[in-house]
Every structure is written in C-alpha cells, then in structure tokens.
C-alpha cells in the first residue's frame, strides 16, 4: 500500500487534477499498485479556509505520503497578502519540509506539436532536455534576508545565494546518474565569472565529473546559456543549475515546446519521494472554464509511477497515450492553432483514458 497526498490547489489546478486521478485510479486498478489517494488543500484556497497557505496538518499529511500530487497554487485574489501567507510560500515550505532537493524539469519536443513552437521547426525538432534543479538552497533559501530600514529614511532589501559543497555534489551526483541513463552530457549553469557561491559550485562539479568519465561535462555561464537555449537547444542533454537560474531557465527550456501546458515535474528527497506537479500555474484567467490541458498533471503523474513507484511501464503507457492523442490531432485551447478544433480540459482527460484502456 501506498499513499499518494492530493493537493489540487488554487484556479484550473482541481480542474486538471481531476482527469489525472481518474487516470491514476484507472491504472491503480489494472496494475494492482494499492495506491491510496487522499486530498488537502493547499495555497489560497487552504489561506480562504484556515488563514494560512499550508497548515500543520497538511504538511503532516504530506510527510506521511509516498508522493505528493500538486495541481497549481495562487491567483490574483491573494496578491496583495503579506509574503509569508502568500499561495507560493506553501510551496517552498513543501520542498524544504520534505527536503526535496532536486528537480527533474523535462522538455521535450512532440512531433505532433512542432509548429506550436514560437521557434522555428528546424531549430526546436526533436529537443529533449532535462532541467535539473537544485530546489532547496541558493538565494531562495539563504540567510540573512529581509527589507530594513536606513538611518536615511530608505529601505534596504537582501538576500543571500548560498550552497555548501553537500548540497552541490548531490545535485551534480544525480545529474551525472540521470545523463548516464540518456545523452551522457551535463552542461552545468553557473556564474563563476562574478559569482563566488557559484565559483565554488564549478569547482565541486568538476571534481565530481572526474567519477563520470564516460559522461561529457561542460560548463556555461548562466547568460550564455539563456541565448544558447534558442540558438542551438539541441546541444542540450541535462542541464545542471541552481535554484535560482534553474527557476528561469526551465521556464526558457519549456516555452521552446510550444506550450507549457504539456510540460511535467518531478521534486525528489533522497528517498525516492516525490512530489509531482505541472510546470505551468494557476492560470486564473481560464480557471473554472473546463478548458485547461492536463497533459502536464497527466504527464507528472506517469513521473511519479516511474520516479517514486518504479513502476515504468504504466508510466511509459501514460507518456505514450498522451502521444497517440495528440498525433490523432486532440487539442486543447493553448496547444490548438487558429481555425482548429478545441476540446475541453474533460473531453481531453477522456481520450487519454480511453486510448490507456485499449493497452490494457
Ligand atoms: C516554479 C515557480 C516557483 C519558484 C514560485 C511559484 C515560488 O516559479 O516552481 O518555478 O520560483 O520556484
Ligand atoms: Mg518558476
């Protein structure tokens, strides 16, 4: 038995959760995994509920888990709330409490959507990235940090980028691990040219790179990256980054595809625990309208069964429904071009269920 914390979260985040559990209850069955789902609320609609963005008790109920599903959290209603009850702050207590270091931001090109792509084809045609984030440290987490006030009536605000040589060779131990598994290249992102924090970074990565000799490693300051990333992306296999500029350029890396409604992720602690969420947010402006893609909560789910269960083949039935779909021509609003037919964010969960019955 395990058990999988549901947080649907805030705007279409319930929307596209819903036709994901259908998916997971479905494949639960067939597969007998005794998957035990239970559900919280989390960002502002648990702030509405309990005044805060996480409480004591769902943050129990996620340390109890094997894997958290995440929809989305925020929206324009709680923008004006102090910082420290924001949606977003549920978010990162979540990966600090759980100590999910890494995380696993896939960006990968359907042939079925290459011309969704604000690239040109010939550019973007067959990229398949990995964005490895470090999640819990850098200049998210560093202190000291605030806002305070000058002698002079100013205010002055801080933050601190930080990482211990721990925390670098475990992200860099995983990347090297994940690039042996694909393309065998690790560019790893830093700016060691102004950076001290990030200085120290190259130099444990490097040291660490000489126990993977049969994966080629490269480092690129994080400003060349972001050009490279829509010069030439095909030169990425796995991208090693900090917190910070992995925030950025997995948001540049997803965009290359067309639409970050199809992207998944996965945060992972050194135990294989998970918590699996979509890329894309809230987006309150379509939010309760039934048309929102759940590919990315549908793709993160199929995450899950490999990363946390490792069960890989009901996730690579998932992955390759989503790709039957949407060869077959099924398009949601973000993904569909001027003039072509559009199905709801339902009509969407449906065909990946019906296309995952046929295999089984
Ligand atoms: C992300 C988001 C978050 C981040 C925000 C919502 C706190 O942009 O997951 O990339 O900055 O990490
Ligand atoms: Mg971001």
Redesign the pocket.
Known sequence: MAKILVLAGDGIGPEVMGETVKILQFVNGQEKLGLEFENALVGGCSYDAHGKPLTDETLRLAKAADAVMLGA??GPKWEELDYSVRP?RA??ALRSELELFA?LRPAKVYPALVDASSLKREIIEGIDIMVLRE?TGDI?FGKPKGVEKLPDGQERGFNTMVYTTHEIERIAKLAFEIARGRQKKVTSIDKANVLETTELWRKVVTQLGKKYPDVELKHMYVDNCAMQLVRYPKQFDVIVTG?LFG?IL??EAAMLTGSIGMLP?ASLAASKKGMYEP?H?SAPDIAGKGVANPIATILSAAMMLDLTFGKKAPAQKIEAAVEKVLGAGLRTADIAKPGEAKVSTQQAGEAILSELKKVY
């Open positions: 959290v925020g977003e978010l990162l995380n999640l998210y917190n925030d997995s948001d992720s890329i947010g």
